[in-house]
């Protein structure tokens, strides 16, 4: 019997998870995919706003306010990537200006300091390559820059550090109020026994609340399409650059923690389905017209990678606010349906969650031998040539590299598979393999030999991302996987 | 952190850096090191076990290892000292390297001369934007060779193959030898951007359909691929949506272009042709840094490892002039510029101090045409085709000769009308 089980280790469910284990209780999280982060997540932008994205007077505004300083502190407790940089709101026609202002003022109303609006000769030198028809901008510095995916698996790792469970690939098909008040999970690997539950499960929130007997949560999809740039061409865009940012479209260009450019996300359609995350060539066209209005010389010849991401708000609260609130039927369930910008407030999510689970009755007794850090995971392409040649001389394996795009070496694909990454997205995740210009043409066959040895699989075991996502179907000759099989 | 020197440091062991060491100990230079990433010499050539190598250079029908196998035994014999599992992380215009490795760490060198042979790597999915989902089963076509005859992995049962440069086709036949079904070969042009000889005996003999003008206009599939829809396009790349047709498969294999390895030559500062993706050089191969050369394909994508063998060697025979101090005076070097239906070319500037061969590919396929240097000197072609380069060799003599006051030549490709002719045929 847990104390409390997170469903859904999506950044949310994350936070919340190693959260709970401050205290001493018996706590786990669920996801229906391979890793922490595989769903929505790993498919939005990688920003930590300042609060001025919020309308005052709103939960997400309290929720997002100081969210950058929170996840430095939380990036050093985790040894993951974060980066501080600065934004651009610009007005390239005039109906921009207003938004600029009306933006400024949510910012100070909601307690955000240093916002300036700024002309533009002064945007023109932040940003040299921006077009000429920049009006003026609302400037800021402070913002975040973290890879959401690399964060949710070092949460959940460090959770795990700190006693809690985890189990992936289980998909909950059904959660039954028991008379004593607790609840049975049933999910897909068997039914798991808790007194409470969070439902953190994104766009999958509104199935959980269903099945506790919350009808007709309704969670509204949204589909946006983004492109990723070759690292040689970063000095490019030196801020995040927003454009244009509504509840129809955001026009937006800007750097990625790991050194990249991000560009999106165009006018949003309404995604086929969840699981609907297809790029369409007049989407990717689109995101390109509107990023090289804001940067005519953009070079989208060196774009390596598109996808597209699913965004979802709620019908519950007026214009898209967050709704975390205890279910109906039970106090003992807690729901978190957000929006954007839910990366941003999710370390406040996961505080308020706690709270509220202490208001609905959960003894919350400290946690004194919590270990706020994680093992440390150096990567070889951030240390200095005397860091490195250090680091090798501890443990050789950090002689070879292995993805030279990212300049991932053995010792961290070793290490990655060891802190249980045990697909060839996961490993990308959290350690770049495959994530540069040749997109794992080189690498990939050694991160595939790597997992089969290490996870002691048959080729035929190697997943992208889990489940039916295998990467070959077998040997092409001999042993038991023939191909015929 | 050590730092040691060095006469000549060659980056990449692959039928480029080969050839180069070969010929720079033939040359005398002996204190020479190359540095390769893999855990074997011979680069790209180990995984392409197919035979149609070496035809122009020994005359005879080897097979990629093969043909490797013979410049590694030379260099064996002549003693080249081979540094592998070594990955070159940082080139300074002043010829300093950094190295990691297991053995050594970081290391630095100070070279008096470098040769860049660090081939290419293949254009991916996201670089040419194909719309769909993100599923396992998609592979460039490089690596599904690595994958079959190195790894001895099977990819998939049913293909399709997206593009149809010569990778792609040899890998059509080699899927079909091992057993894997190869739906269709789909490429966006009205011709195939490989050799017309893969072309036949890869695809023809095999009774694969090739889709020409064609592409996929969409991946299925959540997992894995499970299927590509493929469309007509019209002459602006648009897709003609009347003309969809499924193909049901778990493969997608992509051979759409080769993309010249240049990142360290951007961290020196090397300039970089935007045609060729490769640096510029003259007619030694030096780039415009003067000691560092440049050969195989990471100077520009080549069709035969022929050529890029010979060009290792004329990389290595400027290299070793410069590290005896015996490079020849250049007063004048001749920019050459593209004219009518060229794309692409090598080198790009001529010092006339030797005689050269150019390497030159047209943009569309002509018929009978001459290729032109500014009027200066023609020579007339039976056709050209964009994937096949076509050899332009200019003697020593024939511009010394001739009192060249411009500092810039066009070359043009012009395709013969009925009727005209020339004397300059040879």
Redesign the interface.
């Known amino acids: 019997m847990y104390d409390v089980v997170v469903i859904g280790a999506g950044i949310t469910g994350s936070m919340i998870i190693r959260e709970l284990t401050k205290y001493l209780l018996n706590v786990a999280i669920i996801d229906r995919e391979a890793s922490p982060g595989f769903g929505v997540t790993k498919g939005g932008l990688s920003f930590i706003h300042l609060a001025h994205f919020c309308p005052p007077n709103t939960l997400k505004a309290r929720l997002c306010l100081n969210a950058p300083q929170k996840f430095k502190r939380l990036a050093e407790e985790l040894d993951v990537t974060f980066k501080e940089t600065g934004e651009l709101l610009i007005a390239l026609k005039d109906e921009m200006i207003p938004e600029i202002r009306m933006r400024k003022g949510w910012g100070e109303k909601n307690g955000v300091k240093g916002l300036e609006i700024i002309d533009s000769k002064k945007v023109k030198e932040l940003e040299p390559n921006i077009s000429d028809k920049v009006m003026a901008a609302l400037y800021s510095w402070g913002h975040g820059l973290i890879y959401p995916p690399e964060f949710c698996f070092a949460l959940v790792e460090n959770a795990k550090q700190n006693g809690a469970d985890s189990f992936f690939n289980t998909e909950v098909i059904n959660i039954k109020k028991e008379d004593d008040g607790n609840f049975a999970i049933f999910t897909n690997k068997g039914v798991i026994k808790t007194r409470y539950i969070i439902n953190s499960a994104g766009i999958f929130a509104d199935e959980i609340a269903d099945m506790v007997g919350d009808k007709g949560f309704k969670i509204v999809l949204t589909k946006a399409t983004m492109?990723?740039f070759d690292k040689?061409v970063s000095s490019f865009v030196n801020h995040i650059v927003y454009a244009g940012l509504s509840s129809k479209h955001t026009q937006m260009i800007g750097p990625t923690a790991h050194g990249n450019l991000i560009m999106g996300l165009g006018y949003f359609v309404t995604p086929e389905s969840k699981?609907d995350?297809?790029?369409?060539?007049d989407k990717?066209n689109e995101i390109i017209k509107l990023g090289l209005e804001m940067f005519p010389s953009l070079p989208v010849g060196d774009?390596?990678?598109?996808?597209a991401g699913i965004r979802s708000e709620n019908l519950m609260v007026p214009d898209g606010d967050f709704y975390i609130e205890y279910s109906n039927e039970s106090k003992r369930v807690i729901h978190t349906i957000i929006g954007s910008p839910g990366v941003t407030a999710s370390p406040s999510v996961a505080s308020m969650v706690i709270d509220m689970l202490s208001d609905a009755g959960l003894n919350l007794e400290e946690n004194k031998r919590f270990e706020r850090y994680r093992k440390p995971f150096p990567k070889f392409s951030h240390l200095s040539?005397?860091e490195?040649?250090n680091i090798?001389?501890e443990n050789?394996?950090y002689?070879?590299?292995i993805c030279?795009c990212e300049?991932v070496t053995e010792a961290e694909i070793k290490e990655a598979i060891a802190r249980g990454a045990d697909t060839?997205d996961g490993i990308k995740h959290i350690t770049r393999a495959g994530m540069g210009?040749?997109?794992?043409?080189?690498c990939?066959?050694w991160v595939?030999?790597m997992l089969a040895e290490e996870l002691k699989v048959s080729?035929k075991g190697i997943?992208?991302?889990?489940?039916?996502?295998?990467?070959?179907?077998?040997?092409?000759?001999g042993e038991d996987e023939n191909?015929e099989n | 952190m050590k730092t040691s020197k060095i006469d000549l440091a060659i980056i990449g062991a692959g039928p480029a850096g080969l050839a180069a060491a070969v010929r720079a100990k033939e040359l005398g230079i002996k204190d020479l090191v190359i540095f390769e990433r893999d855990e074997r010499p011979g680069g790209i050539l180990n995984q392409c076990i197919h035979n149609g190598f070496g035809l122009v250079r020994f005359k005879e029908d080897l097979t990629g290892p093969e043909y490797a196998h013979r410049f590694i035994k030379e260099a064996k014999s002549l003693n080249v000292d081979i540094e592998l599992n070594t990955m070159v992380l940082e080139m300074t215009k002043d010829k300093e390297i950094t190295l990691v490795n297991e053995k050594d760490r970081i290391k630095k060198y100070k070279c008096k001369s470098i040769i860049l042979s660090m081939g290419c790597r293949e254009r991916t999915r996201g670089a040419i934007a194909i719309p769909g989902t993100r599923p396992a089963g998609i592979f460039t076509a490089g690596k599904a060779q690595r994958l079959i005859n190195i790894e001895g992995y099977a990819p998939g049962k049913k293909v399709v193959i997206l593009g149809s440069g010569d990778i792609g086709m040899i890998m059509a036949r080699r899927l079909t030898l091992e057993g894997i079904e190869v739906k269709a070969v789909v490429e966006i042009l009205p011709y195939t951007s490989g050799l017309l000889r893969n072309e036949i005996q890869c695809l023809r003999d095999f009774n694969i359909p090739l889709l020409l003008g064609h592409t996929v206009s969409e991946i299925h599939g959540d997992k894995r691929v499970e299927g590509v829809t493929v469309v007509k396009v019209d002459d602006n790349g648009n897709y003609l949506l009347d003309t969809k047709q499924y193909f049901e498969c778990d493969t997608l294999l992509l051979s759409v272009g080769l993309i010249p390895e240049n990142e360290l030559s951007m961290m020196a500062n090397i300039p970089i042709d935007s045609y060729t993706r490769g640096p510029y050089v003259n007619d030694y191969l030096e780039t415009d840094v003067e000691g560092i050369f440049a050969c195989g394909n990471v100077l520009h994508v080549n069709d035969l490892v022929d050529t890029v063998s010979k060009e290792g060697e004329i990389a290595a025979e400027g290299a070793a002039n410069r590290i005896k101090g015996k490079f020849p005076r250049v007063d004048k070097t001749i920019l050459l510029k593209k004219g009518e239906n060229i794309a692409q070319f090598v080198p790009q500037k001529l010092t006339m101090k030797k005689s050269t061969t150019l390497l030159i590919r047209v943009k569309t396929p002509t018929g009978e045409m001459k290729l032109s240097i500014d009027g200066i000197y023609k020579k007339r072609f039976p056709y050209a085709r964009p994937s096949e380069i076509i050899e332009l060799k200019i003697p020593e003599k024939e511009f010394q000769n001739k009192n060249i006051l411009s500092s810039e030549l066009k070359i043009d490709c012009q395709e013969s009308k009925n009727g005209d002719s020339m004397h300059s045929l040879s």
């Open positions: 492109a990723i040689r699981w995350t297809k790029v369409t060539k990717l774009i390596i990678t598109t996808f040539l005397e490195r040649n090798i001389n050789r394996k002689g070879h590299v030279r300049l060839i210009r040749c997109q794992g043409g080189f990939s066959p595939y030999k080729p997943t992208k991302k889990g489940k039916g996502s295998f990467e070959v179907i077998g040997y092409t000759k191909i």
